[in-house]
């Protein structure tokens, strides 16, 4: 021990833990603990780790309190072990499946244990050796599914799939040899009655379970299952779609696996919408994860996914919910709830017969367009898209104009169309579905990141293609005889403003225009700068002569005035966390003039006189 402060915390420690190991009531010491985990990990010998990992190894399993402290600080001193030091600690001193076991009280120790399992997809032989754990694998799979706390569930999750990676047998023809793992990881899901079992009983709503979980559990356990089964089914299709153990299945009404399971019997999707919107991102997920990863298939839309999802009718009921035929929804509020993911679906499935589609039902007149029937089920499909499945090959005029985005008018235009363009043009929605119990599903980041710099790549590509785009939506949102048209386009302005953007370089931009990296600074760059900012900072238009009046909330004068003081704020908030982060950059005037108006509320006293009222130019 090197350090003078060091060695008190270290003589604290070891006090502690005595204490603790005579008498499993002791309470531990917090704060020894935790200073022992910042400063001890550099500063201890080899033999006085080893000394006190082993003394931690000894004292939590008899623990009769919240073992986080004694855990966390285990977790520091093993970050360097390998799977193989671990196991040189002694199986028999590591508690695996107790450490596994669910409950609220054991986060931190199914922590603990995932963190020391985490070390074996590394390599095969680890992965191998935790195979032959039966009782460690069949808790840390009932943890998975059973557990209330999403962090280690999620963790669960993706130990359960790194072990699957890293031991998976791949073989590249029929007459190639077998490279990879020794499979031994998928032999035991898979193939152990016991393990395969628990994957039905956690998920079943009306089968026998010996597990004793409400309604709301279930249905987690359910999304977890749907959210693993796409990725398993890229690395094997065979393995979730063939049967295992056709006595288990038959029991929860199956004849061949847990893909049929999941897909078909498992969820009670007529009487829980959010299950089957969940249901329906699944069928999304497992086509897009099984396109391009199997081998042998023709083409993207020729994959044993599509195969499945066409044969057991699920193709079909997925594609009525989009088309909205008769009988694919009793409720029509279900029926709006489904309709993006059904048309993500659809868009998966063949995004360039989407995109042709798109191509012949909104090349439309201006006069069509500002005037006719807004053809919003096609604008909801193009929302849905994936929006690389939307970006130009190039910057070109020529191929700017094979995306279907670029028929969407700024001057001649409806409040459908600019409501979609502000929803494609902020970016990937962050928020995370949220199930009965509070688990959230993944996000991957990844494709959020991908979304997000194909969104920024959007903006740029449509503005260098239509620069009176700015000067259009000021027109439009000034307009208050045309109350939605108005708002959609401040909508517009403030989905640019509060973009949810990142870069990427090969992204195709423009070399005309500038492209800062966010949304709000695009917003002060031309040709926003000349015709977004100045309409934000004059005084709201009003209606005060004629109807309602300041005072009243229903008048279209009053509403838009809220939602472009609503804009002001937003951009002012962007800006001024700007300046904080840098403040060198001199954002002080524009940041004055933003408050002086918002100082003036929404409807300042200037914005009264005369009563004016807009006219759109037609």
Known sequence: MSSEGGGDVLARLKANIEAVTKDAGESLDWRTFEEAELVLPKQLTAAEQTHIVYSLVAIIPNLQQDPTPAANLLVRLLQDYSYTDVLSLGSSNIPWTDGLAVGEHMVSFNGLMLNLLEKATVQLTDAAHVASMLDTM?????????????????????????????????????????RGGQGLV?????????????????????????????????????????????TIGSMDWSAIARSHHDDIESTYGVKEGLLEFAALRMVDYKDDVLMHRCLV??????????????????????????????????????????????????????????????????ATQMPKQVTDHLHGALDLSPAKWAHAESPKHDLHLMASLPRQA????????????????????????????????????????????????GWVTEVDDGVRQTEAAAARALYYNYLSHDQRFWNNIATHADTVALKDLALSAINCLVAVTTAKWSTKPDMPL??????????????????????????????????????????????????????????????????????????????????????????????????EVGGRVGTMEL
Not at 140 to 169: H, M, N, Q, Y
Not at 195 to 216: Q, R
Not at 288 to 308: E, F, H, I, K, Q
Request: hydrophobic share 40%.
């Open 390 to 437: 939307l970006l130009p090959a190039g910057s070109t005029a020529a191929q700017w104009n094979q995306t279907p985005l670029s028929l969407l008018p700024s001057r001649s235009t409806s409040a459908d169309v600019l409501n979609t363009l502000a929803t494609i043009l902020r970016g990937p929605d962050e928020e995370p579905m949220i199930f009965p119990g």
């Open 510 to 607: 423009p070399t005309t225009i500038a492209t800062p990296d966010h949304g709000h600074l695009a917003i002060l760059s031309p040709p926003a700068l000349e015709y977004a900012l100045p309409y934000l900072l004059k005084p709201a238009q009003s209606f005060a002569n004629i109807v309602g009046g300041r005072g009243d909330t229903e008048s279209a004068a009053y509403q838009i005035a809220t939602a472009k003081f609503d804009a002001v704020r937003a951009l002012h908030d962007r800006i001024q966390s700007q300046a904080q982060e840098q403040p060198e950059e001199g954002f002080e005037e524009i940041l004055r003039t933003l408050n002086k108006r918002l100082a003036e509320g929404p409807l300042s006293r200037e914005g």
């Open 138 to 178: 069949l808790a840390l799979v009932r943890l998975w599914l059973c557990t209330p706390d999403t962090g280690i569930a999620s963790r669960a999750s993706k130990l359960l799939r790194r072990l699957l990676e890293v031991d998976r047998e791949i073989q590249s023809d029929p007459g190639a040899p077998v």
């Open 186 to 230: 998928w032999k035991r899901i898979f193939g152990d009655r016991n393990i395969y079992g628990t994957i039905f009983e956690a998920t079943t709503l009306s089968g026998p379970s010996s597990l004793k979980m409400s309604k709301n559990q279930r249905t987690l356990a359910q999304a977890r299952l749907l959210e693993w089964l796409p």
């Open 281 to 346: 991102d699944f069928y999304s997920e497992l086509l897009l994860s099984n396109r391009a990863s199997s081998a042998g298939v023709a083409s993207a839309t020729d994959s044993p996914a599509l195969r499945y999802m066409i044969a057991s009718g699920l193709h079909a009921r997925t594609g009525a919910i989009y088309l909205q035929t008769p009988g694919s929804s009793a409720d029509p509020l279900e029926a709006m709830f489904l309709y993006g993911p059904a048309a993500n679906y659809i």
